[in-house]
């Protein structure tokens, strides 16, 4: 049952993290743009549905992190120093991009396009720290 206990959580960190910076990837490098092309009127009104649409993956994508991230960190104990140094730094871009994640859900966000764009670039930045803290282990 450990095995299967330890893929499942790997499974569900992997697809929830795809899920929030795709979805936001996909938010500002496709819809951003085709919003732009578009009348004001009917560009809010697309991007409020949009937006609303998303918030319930967003949701469904933080507690699957939160879940499965806690599980991998009380079921791996004995790290680095430099380890839990790298771990704090990528869990305080998390909630980064958590917060982010959910303001950009709101209604009539006029920032929501600069906001995806900082909220990228710390997911970016956390797959690499995520990818090194893999190599370190």
């Not at 496709?30 to 949009?50: F, Q, Y």
């Amino acid at each position: 049952m450990g095995d299967a206990l330890f893929v499942i959580m790997r499974w569900l960190h992997f697809s929830s993290m795809a899920t929030l910076i795709g979805g936001l990837l996909y938010g500002r490098l496709v819809m951003t743009p085709a919003i732009g092309s578009v009348s004001p009127e009917a560009g809010e009104a697309l991007a409020g549905k949009a937006a609303g649409a998303y918030r319930p993956m967003v949701l469904a994508a933080v507690c699957g992190l939160i879940v499965s991230g806690m599980y991998n960190i009380l079921t791996n104990p004995g790290h680095t120093v430099m380890y839990h140094m790298l771990l704090g730094v990528k869990l305080m871009l998390a909630l980064h991009v958590f917060a982010v994640a959910f303001l950009i859900t709101a209604p009539h966000n006029p920032r929501r396009a600069r906001m995806m764009t900082g909220a990228i670039i710390s997911g970016l930045i956390i797959l690499a720290i995520a990818a090194y803290l893999r190599r370190i282990f």
